[in-house]
């Protein structure tokens, strides 16, 4: 399964391209860019402490952030360059280099479900397509039974939006709120980008395909 995964392949094509990419958002920074506009909205949702997921968290410009302001974040990405900046930019949070379909959460010793999972800079494009029940039943199964799960991504990267819809169902997740952007713009029909905000649905809605990834337990 890992062989499909799409950040692997761009990877092993240009084994220089997480460095490239470690140094593109640290340039923004020292340029006075604002790139943590996913973080105040995710800070917006929830109070002071809470306990976050920053699943496909690249260098940790999102999780980090949300460390910085009082939330208690893990953070999980299967590169190990951009975990290893991720540590370096940003020690408050907790940092795993794993791989979303697969990683059990519980060997780490990080039972406390989340408030929030953010899948933000379109992660889920990027996973392999066989594995995109596993990743978001993952989400689901680490989520508080209050909590949200807040995934992001583009239009015309090959993961459609109504299948996304689908394969959340089928893992017992529904969309409680469609947005357009990460500054709560609303959702069109022809909008090119989505911000889902999802809540775990009633036991019994839940679809029969549960997955095994990101397991607490």
Not at 68 to 92: N, T
Not at 133 to 159: H, K, M, N, W
Not at 192 to 205: E, G, Y
Request: hydrophobic residues 45%; charged residues 20%.
């Amino acid at each position: 399964m890992s062989e499909e995964n799409l950040w692997r392949q761009q990877i092993a094509a240009n084994p220089g391209h997480s460095q490239w990419y470690i140094d593109r958002f640290r340039a923004m920074v020292d340029q006075g860019k604002d790139i943590v506009g996913e973080a105040r909205t995710v800070d917006a949702m929830v109070g002071r402490g809470a306990q976050i997921l920053d699943a496909g968290c690249g260098p940790g410009r999102i999780g980090g952030h949300l460390a910085s302001v009082g939330h208690v974040v893990v953070g999980v990405d299967l590169d190990p360059e951009l975990i290893e900046a991720a540590r370096a930019d940003h020690p408050a949070a907790q940092w795993i280099c794993d791989d979303l379909a697969t990683v059990d959460l519980g060997s780490y010793g990080i039972t406390t479900p989340f408030d929030v999972v953010v899948c933000a800079g379109n992660v889920l494009t990027f996973v392999a397509p066989s594995t995109r029940r596993d990743v978001l039943a993952g989400f689901a199964r680490v989520l508080a039974d209050d909590g949200r799960v807040v995934a992001g991504f583009g239009a015309g990267r090959g993961y459609g939006f109504d299948d996304f819809f689908a394969d959340a169902a089928a893992v017992g997740l529904r969309a409680e709120l469609n947005l357009s952007t990460w500054d709560l713009r609303p959702f069109t029909d022809d909008a090119d980008f989505l911000v889902s905000v999802l809540t775990k649905q009633p036991a019994a809605s839940a679809g029969d395909e549960p997955g095994r990834s990101l397991s607490a337990e």
